[in-house]
């Protein structure tokens, strides 16, 4: 796996393919972790480091299929939804 850094994230490939990308985003103080499949977002994963609660977000076909909150309450969605977590996936995938 190779790394390369750009724009305060690290972005991961493995076969010139892009398999993960880390950033902190300093404005919102959370640490971000997007893991891709065939370059599209499948997970995010956010830490907020004031507090250290954790949110997940689960995607299939660029549908949120399944999040958990800081509280490890689990939603899940089996035709997916576009309103949690919509604006992130956009920013994940136009990394």
Do not use: C, H
Not at 46 to 63: A, L, Q, T, V, W
């Amino acid at each position: 796996m190779e790394s390369d850094s750009g724009d305060g994230a690290t972005f991961y490939y493995r076969n010139n393919t892009l398999t993960k990308m880390v950033d902190t985003v300093y404005q919102d103080n959370y640490t971000v972790e997007v893991s891709y499949k065939n370059s599209k977002p499948f997970f995010i994963f956010m830490k907020s480091n004031d507090d250290n609660s954790e949110y997940r977000y689960y995607y299939f076909n660029g549908k949120l299929i399944r999040y958990i909150d800081e509280n490890g309450e689990v939603s899940d969605y089996e035709d997916g939804t576009d309103i949690i977590g919509s604006d992130l996936y956009e920013w994940a995938d136009a990394m």
